[in-house]
């Protein structure tokens, strides 16, 4: 297997890998990601504080303008797209976004990711697109730089990254709407990954729910067929994803022993 990050080739009897140790990455105020779990609600100041968005993200969702999955102006697929600088939608308001501390020592994540996110819509449909970023260190760059370095310079790179329409969140035998501005368990696999984070990078996630043309849109207005819908079925959505001890949003995954 290539373990990207480190540029490298490794052999395994069996993958996943043996010896693999267990981590979560939960999601904390002003877009933190850490090791441990977000406060009691019983800490908060106020009763309904989890309701004024003290233990929850919001951001908007127009199909009218999606979040691109690239960069690039071309009439075919974008050739550098899975490994593309995500700083041009960790700009957008429609995009949540979540740093880890600097690592310490290197973390090489091997196997399947799992997304495991409370969610909610305003609407009645919606997709969930979160991607694992792998964000270089800023240095300087003065003009003697080789240009190398100015590439990689407070570069995100992408990792990996997965959907899940929502109506499919209970298997994709059942398709069913979502009850506006009712917060839902939404778990889903992204595909499997040998990657190393180098020690002075940090992980990243990012959470969106358009990523066009790369998946078609969604309507946000739940149909029975989204290939037939109208065009008054694309609506306006505001999303929440919920981070409390009650409602805790994460990512898990896998690391080998360094």
């Not at 850490?34 to 989890?50: K, N």
């Not at 992204?190 to 959470?207: A, K, P, S």
Request: glycine share 4%.
């Amino acid at each position: 297997v290539f373990e990207t990050g480190a540029n490298r080739w490794r052999r395994f009897d069996h993958w996943p890998p043996a010896e693999l140790e267990e981590k979560t990455l939960y999601l904390h105020p002003q877009g933190q990601l850490q090791q441990e779990p977000p406060q009691d609600l019983s800490d908060a100041a106020t009763p309904d504080a989890a309701s004024l968005g003290e233990f929850a993200d919001h951001y908007p969702s127009d199909p009218s303008k999606p979040v691109p999955y690239t960069t690039e102006i071309t009439s075919r697929w974008a050739r550098d797209y899975m490994a593309e600088d995500q700083r041009f939608a960790a700009r957008r308001p429609d995009v949540l976004v979540y740093r880890s501390p600097v690592l310490e020592q290197d973390v090489t994540i091997a196997g399947p990711l799992t997304a495991d996110l409370w969610f909610s819509t305003t609407g009645s449909a919606a997709d969930v697109v979160v991607k694992l970023i792998d964000e270089y260190p800023g240095r300087p760059v003065p003009g003697s730089a080789k240009s190398e370095d100015a590439f990689q310079s407070g570069r995100q790179q992408l990792v990996r990254g997965q959907v899940m329409r929502t109506r499919f969140r209970d298997g994709f035998e059942h398709p069913k709407p979502m009850i506006p501005n009712q917060a839902e368990n939404i778990q889903f696999e992204l595909h499997d990954v040998l990657h190393t984070f180098t020690r002075g990078h940090r992980i990243i996630i990012q959470i969106q729910s358009s990523w066009f043309p790369f998946v078609d849109r969604n309507p946000q207005k739940y149909v029975a067929n989204i290939f037939e819908a109208n065009e008054e079925d694309f609506i306006f959505a505001t999303h929440t994803v919920y981070r409390s001890l009650e409602k805790p949003s994460c990512i898990r995954f896998q690391c080998l022993p360094h």
